[in-house]
């Protein structure tokens, strides 16, 4: 799929979609679009993607992707969800963008009640803000963790992982919508 600003990684979306139980029954709401990895990504499997972004030229680059993977249950919104989020009772809200928890009072408003909120942030100072944010708003069961993959080097001589891969590429904090 063709890149715009930086994306969610599969070893991240998978870790996602696991932890929100995303079925085809499931309803997301996902911000922002960026290259639409996730959004896509969520889309193939969920049964409808409400996917939003204050910036049209990555939205063009998500749709050029929707195109690539044929992929038809998704809206794309060229708006900012710090502002309006338009749907209600969805099970999925996922917040990736700088300054995200400033969208938390509208996901909470978005989710149904057991809705999963995922915000994915790059810094840790940026979980302590989204985390203590969660707390106001008293979401429920908040979980922040970092998935670690290591590739393995195999060869005949040894199996051991490799000294090169992805590092760190973002954490993600998880959190339910109370009553
Ligand atoms: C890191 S990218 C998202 C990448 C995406 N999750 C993916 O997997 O391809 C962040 C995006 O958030 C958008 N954005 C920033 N603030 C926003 C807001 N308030 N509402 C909607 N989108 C926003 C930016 O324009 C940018 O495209």
Redesign the pocket.
């Known amino acids: 799929m063709k890149?715009?600003?930086?994306?969610?990684?599969p070893k991240d979306?998978g870790l996602i979609m696991a932890y929100a139980g995303i079925s085809k029954e499931s309803v997301c709401v996902?911000?922002?679009?960026?290259?639409?990895?996730?959004?896509?990504?969520l889309a193939r499997v969920a049964k409808h993607v409400y996917s939003?972004?204050?910036?049209e030229e990555?939205?063009r680059i998500?749709e050029a992707n929707r195109e690539l993977l044929d992929v038809d249950n998704i809206t794309f919104k060229n708006?900012?969800?710090?502002?309006k989020i338009d749907e209600k009772e969805v099970d999925l809200v996922?917040l990736?963008?700088?300054?995200?928890d400033?969208?938390l009072p509208n996901a909470k408003r978005a989710l149904k009640k057991g809705g999963v909120v995922l915000g994915?942030l790059p810094n840790t100072e940026q979980v302590r803000i989204f985390v203590m944010k969660l707390n106001k708003l008293k979401f429920t069961d908040v979980h922040a963790v970092e998935m670690i993959l290591r590739d393995l080097l195999v060869r005949e001589e040894g199996v051991r992982p490799s000294t090169k891969g992805v590092w760190h590429t973002g954490y993600l904090v998880f959190a339910k919508r109370g009553a």
Request: glycine share 10%.
């Open positions: 890149r715009g600003p930086q994306v969610i990684l979306i996902d911000a922002g679009t960026g290259s639409g990895w996730l959004a896509l990504s939003y972004d204050i910036r990555f939205i998500a708006k900012d969800v710090t502002k996922t990736d963008f700088q300054n995200s400033k969208a994915y």
